[in-house]
């Protein structure tokens, strides 16, 4: 069975880091590329954060140049360095595995992320 298990997320003040970590089990995503989607409350779930199996990546407009996502193959996991946070950041976030912009089929049960002004 497939898992992707999200962690690292918690309250910080506005102009802080935060690093989610997102470890998956059940099967190698290798090869795969691996995203980060959020969600805040009473909004679509939107595409936060891609990397490549080949470790490129890719970053929706709002996160650009505060947001870093990286993965460790050999430790099925991928982390989302997050810093100068804003209150505007406030959102669960999901790892997921096998898509890039739009979603592939696998997601994480989501961290919640909550940046104080």
């Known amino acids: 069975q497939v898992q992707l298990v999200e962690s690292g997320g918690g309250l910080v003040q506005a102009g802080g880091s935060l690093r989610l970590s997102c470890t998956a089990s059940g099967r190698t995503f290798s090869t795969d590329a691996m995203s980060w989607f959020r969600q805040a409350p009473g909004k679509e779930r939107v595409f936060v954060a891609y990397?490549?199996?080949?470790?490129?990546?890719y970053y929706a407009d709002s996160v650009k140049g505060r947001f870093t996502i990286s993965r460790d193959n050999a430790k099925n996991t991928v982390y989302l360095q997050m810093n100068s946070l804003k209150p505007d950041d406030t959102a669960v976030y999901y790892c997921n595995a096998g898509g890039g912009t739009i979603a592939g089929p696998y997601w994480g049960q989501g961290t919640q992320v909550t940046v104080s002004s």
């Open positions: 990397i490549t199996w080949r470790s490129s990546t």
